[in-house]
Structures are given as C-alpha cells and as structure tokens.
C-alpha cells in the first residue's frame, strides 16, 4: 500500500468517526428533552385550546378592596367581576345559547353551542435573540357577543430553574373579540428549556355569560 492510498484511507475513516460521533450526539440530545412541569395538568392543548361558555351559579364571598366580587360558575370554576356586574352574570340574557338544566340551575349546554372561542400561549426569544418571551391572548366566536372584560393568568418557567414568572393581566374591553397580551424578561436568561401554560383565564361577554379558557400550554422549547 502506497503513501497516497494509505493517507485516503485515514482520511475517510476519520470522516465516518466524525459522523458517527455527530450522529450520535443528536440521538443523545434528543433522547435527553426533559420532561415538562406543566404536562400533568394539561399536554393535550399545545399552544391552543378551545375555550367554553359558563354561567355565574352563585356569589361565593364578599367583594374585596377592590370591589370584585367572587362568584361560582357552571363549570366548578370561580372568577370575580366588579359589585355592578353581579346582577348581569346572575342574570344572563341567554337569546340563541342552548341551555339545560341541572341541580344548580341553568347553564349553557357545551355540546350543543361548541366551543365560544380560543386560547393561545407561546414563548419565545425576545427581539434581541435572548430568552425570554411569552405571548398569550384569547378570541371569542361569532355570533357570539364580544367580551366586555377579562382576566388572565399564566406561569412561565425554565426547565431546571433560574427563570419563573407568574404573569396576571385584567381589565375592560369595550367590546372586543380577541385580546392578546404577554411578557418579556427585563434580563436576558440563559439559553435553556421553557414553557409556559394559561392557569386561569376568563372573558366576560356582553350577555353575561363567561367564555373559559381551556388552559393552553406552551410545551418545552429551547431558545
């Protein structure tokens, strides 16, 4: 074997090492995507999730400082609203939603109107390519009324610690179809795994009634 044959063969054994050692290195990586703090209460939802209509059962406590006061809807859930808007969600005007009647009352049938809207989160590298951006929002369906008030919460995390938010955001909408709202770190984090996931979310339409979100969840990304 001569010099020249002898230098080709070391040079194509070192390139299938090197793809084997590549190769290898990816099938690691994605063999090690930790697993998600949020999964267990939602990984059915990614990103969007259907939101559903609700209606105000009863007022559970007393108005806070603020003057919202607590009430318990159809579905288990509870949310508070301002002291005048408790006769309106008491007291929907239910013109063109199907309603059935149960051990507490009336309440929109879900299977028969479907969903009233949708729910969304992501997160994202901010504008200067650091982590760490989240975005999140609702849209109500037409025919539908619009929503004339809201309230959102969401939790942001980073998969092994050094980043953890608990975002919240309220107040009047005049009208409106959709909202979109969200957060960015004011420091730059380190690259990593985050998620985020929508652990409350209400949207008060105009007739009184309560459109739900259905808890969407931002599943792990590296940013």
Avoid at 104 to 110: F, R
Wanted: charged share 15%.
């Amino acid at each position: 074997m001569n010099r020249r044959t002898l230098r080709v063969r070391t040079v194509l054994i070192a390139l299938v090492a090197a793809g084997a050692t590549v190769a290898a290195c990816q099938g690691a990586s994605a063999t090690t995507v930790p697993t998600s703090k949020f999964a267990t209460a939602n990984s059915t939802f990614v990103n969007s999730a259907p939101m559903h209509l609700a209606s105000a059962v009863k007022v559970v406590g007393a108005a806070d400082a603020t003057g919202e006061v607590p009430v318990l809807l159809s579905d288990g859930s509870s949310f508070s609203v301002p002291a005048s808007s408790v006769t309106r969600v008491l007291h929907p005007d239910t013109t063109g939603i199907a309603m059935r009647r149960t051990s507490t009352g009336m309440e929109p049938d879900i299977t028969v109107n479907g969903p009233c809207g949708s729910s969304n989160i992501y997160v994202h590298e901010k504008s200067n390519g650091h982590p760490v951006k989240m975005t999140t929002g609702f849209t109500i369906r037409k025919p539908l009324p619009p929503a004339v008030s809201y309230k959102w919460r969401a939790e942001i995390d980073r998969y092994n610690g050094g980043y953890d938010y608990s975002y919240s955001a309220s107040g009047g909408l005049a009208f409106r179809y959709s909202w979109a709202g969200g957060h960015s770190s004011d420091a730059n984090y380190p690259s990593g795994y985050y998620e985020a996931f929508v652990t409350y979310g209400f949207a008060q339409l105009a007739n009184g009634l309560v459109c739900v979100s259905g808890d969407p969840y931002a599943a792990l990304t590296y940013l």
